[in-house]
């Protein structure tokens, strides 16, 4: 996976696996790895100062849920309702993208 490639998408990989139903953390990690195969492999490094940006700017809610096995209740994030507009914004957005890209079309010659 090309690290420019997982920067520039970081936010609208985030918003679209909470989507559904909040996550902690390592539950994040896993299930970006599992959905795609492994292409998404996540270090925790990269990802809490994403999850911990997204919430500062109001997209992601977190709370505290079920202890982990370290005793500390884990951190669930959810998607809030403006965390729902990025992400609808973020996906026409890189739809129109990845649309202009193709319509480069090439042989690759």
Do not use: C, W
């Not at 918003?15 to 790895?33: C, D, K, S, V």
């Amino acid at each position: 996976m090309n690290p420019d490639l997982l920067r520039g998408n970081l936010d609208l990989i985030l918003l679209t696996l909470l989507e559904q139903h909040p996550l902690y953390g390592f539950a994040i990690i896993q299930a970006a790895r599992d959905r795609t195969g492994g292409y998404f492999d996540f270090k925790e490094g990269s990802l809490y100062p994403a999850l911990h940006r997204l919430e500062a700017e109001g997209l992601l809610a977190a709370q505290h849920g079920e202890t982990g096995r370290n005793g500390k209740p884990r951190k669930y994030y959810a998607i809030t309702d403006r965390g729902r507009d990025t992400l609808n914004a973020k996906r026409q957005e890189f739809a129109a993208f990845t649309g202009a890209v193709q319509q480069l079309g090439g042989t690759g010659a």
